[in-house]
């Protein structure tokens, strides 16, 4: 058998078996309502201008009190306005961008990284392993806010600063976990049976180890943006995210925080799209890892 | 067993010296220059000269790198930029609170997340096993900083049950604990619930019913025993969970701890009290690890390695 051959029959393994998955996926309600919003916040962010009449700097004359108070929601302002008199529904429909951009691309450079170590540190062991799951050891007593923090201010923040410095902490967790079934794979008896044949290092790796992977790598691509908006929603929050005019969720919270006795739908609202997000990719996430399982498929 | 704990001890030893290594390339840097913010704007040359060399700042990488971890050795972190004062003094005054604060965590994870798992596991697939799970999962993605502002509106301004933050009585560490035990007992509840649900599989399960125990008995004697295991582990590797906790919901609070005082230091850029507070909560991860790895051989016969 040739290797497109062989290549296409375990693609068409794969696809039967993801049958299996998608129809038990299917059958979690709340997963298709995280998958719905997940949804719904994407679209949002995307056609944002044609969702909401305003920009999200202007400041409105009208949209503070004669006192200078922002004003609590109306029909003019959805969601109320902000400290500056913006419009805060606005604010939170091009914070959606923020969040979106910052989850899923520091997760993914996460993910790259934390699945390249883990597999060559899996795959090669020897001292190559040694060093690297020492480096993640190292990660791992890290205090992962602090050195988010650290990085922060040391490179001004922009928005692909802050992804990046999120994906340098957020990799260890990846990486451990990608190692530990490269290796349980890379020694066990099949693997031992193709190298004896002779296939090349390339061949084992891409074709025989990581099809085996890609289903960890699916749920922590999920779970992992949960993850990341949070941390991304907590980094504004303590003032070194994303730098301000550019709208983000916690960078609204951290702006009106001394006034939010005074106007808590400034912190209320925020609170909740930042909430609503990621629980709709831990809820996907955590029906993913269900429906991939074999062993919880039956018992569940 | 002793072997085992000094290898694990000799490990953790290098692991703290790769830490020092990062805190010290990350001080470098850093964009804002030490000598300057020591000297402050007007100093002239020649002082910003003599304050780098009294620093030691001129002496090439390697020899600082050695300098900087026989001080730490000797317990001393620097000098606050801002408040003149040594870190190390800083640190002790202020960590007192931080452990505190930690302790009622810990309570409140513990009260909401074991109940919540073991009733959950029992219902498996009933209602309310579907409802603490749910919640349990919107408790773990809410940040901390939103549910702590949360509580403080709802319980401490409009009905005025608790203090707006600060520091003194157990009002006071009520809430601020309260918000670091919801999250973290979402995840306690999640992890209790799965282990029951693997251990109440177990044919000693069985054997325990079959002889007529009563189901309280089953679940809680025979069956939380070894599904609590999991757990223990659990709180000694949460200290880093912690230290992120504290310095979002200490700010919030206005507790008066080591997270406060991190955030303080990283809106002025105080960069001993930054790097201070990080080797903190690096050896406090590092000694929880330690701890979770020493104490479970003697709750768990199966980690007890021959």
Redesign the interface.
Known sequence: MGIQEELNTANFKVFKKMGYVVKYFLKNK?ALAGLASILIFSLSALIAPVITPFEPDTQFFEGLSLEGAPLPPNSKFWLGTDLLGRDLFTRLVYGARTSLIIGIAANGIALFIGAFLGIVAGYARGWVGTVIM?FT??M????????A???A??F?PSLWIVALVIACVNWVQIARVIYSQTMALATSEYIEAVRSIGASWPRILFVHILPHLWPTILVWGTLGI?TTV?LE??LS????GVRPPTPSW?GI?YES?SY??DA?WL??F??LA??AL??SF??VG?ALRDALDPMKRG?? | MLSIILKRLGQSVLILLGVTLITFSLSFMMPADPVRMIAGRSATKATVESIRKELGLDKPLPVQYIKYVTRLAHLDLGRSYKQKTQVTELIKSRLPATLLLMAGAIFFEILIGIPAGILAATQRGKFWDNWIMAISFAGVSMPQFVLGLLLLYLFAYVFGWFPLGGYGTWKHLFLPALTLGISGGGWYSRMVRSSMVDVLCQDYIRTARAKGLSELKTVLVHGLRNGILPIIAMIGLDVGIFMAGAVVVESVFGWPGIGQMAWQAIQMVDIPVIMGVTLVAAIGIIIGNLLADIVMPFVDPKMRVE
């Open positions: 709340l020492r050891d190292l791992m007593a890290f205090p992962a806010l602090l050195l923090i650290a990085l201010a040391i001004q949960a949070l929603a907590t929050f303590l003032g070194v916690g919270i925080q939010f006795l808590p912190v209320f925020p609170g930042i909430m990621s629980l831990n809820l955590d018992r569940n």
